[in-house]
């Protein structure tokens, strides 16, 4: 947070397929999985494109959200699907040390391609529709604390989780 690269809007892919494409998804993987991860948008290792990857089984940083499938989306689209909105706590590899509560859309459906160009469709809820939304924010230069309403809920992770120190 903080570096510039992270405030601008991301371009769309225009070429898929390509081996510089498949060489930065690499990366984008090997970075998220380092970390523990749920997601990763390209703006995050300074790529300027709309790429973003997420999914997870049993993420200790996340430990009690369901599973989501292991997703590799460009140029992504969201739909909300209905009006009601949640609140949850956040993280973010490029904001380390850090959780706040987020609203956002409890369903949505969302749309792009995978690395081949073909269509991604799916209307999904819950956890998965966060992750989708953060990640989507990240292509337009938005990062969670900018949408926290309560600063209160904007902390690091020990003093949240009610841990002394
Ligand atoms: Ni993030």
């Known amino acids: 947070m903080g570096d510039p690269r ?3 809007k991301a371009q769309p892919v225009v070429h898929f397929n390509t081996p510089e494409l498949l060489a930065l998804i690499t990366d984008m993987e090997e970075t998220m999985l380092s970390l523990d991860g749920a997601g990763l948008a390209a ?3 300074g790529v300027n494109l709309r790429v973003i990857i997420f999914g997870f089984e049993h993420n200790p940083r996340y430990p009690e959200a369901d599973d989501v499938p292991y997703t590799v989306l460009l140029n992504p689209e969201i ?3 209905s009006d009601e909105i949640e609140e949850a706590l956040e ?3 490029s904001v380390p040390g850090l959780r706040g509560s987020v609203p ?3 369903r949505l459906r969302y749309k792009g391609f995978d ?3 073909k269509l ?4 999904v809820e819950g956890f998965h529709a966060r992750v989708v939304q953060h990640e989507c924010d990240h292509l337009d230069g938005i990062l969670y604390p900018m949408r ?3 600063m209160h809920t904007f902390g690091y992770t020990d003093a949240l989780a009610g841990e002394a120190g």
Do not use: V
């Not at 991604?120 to 209307?123: A, F, Q, T």
């Open 6 to 8: 992270l405030w601008q």
């Open 43 to 45: 703006p995050q290792i």
């Open 79 to 81: 739909t909300p699907l």
């Open 91 to 93: 993280g973010c590899l």
């Open 104 to 106: 956002r859309w409890q």
């Open 115 to 117: 690395p081949q160009g």
């Open 120 to 123: 991604i469709d799916r209307s």
């Open 148 to 150: 926290i309403q309560d």
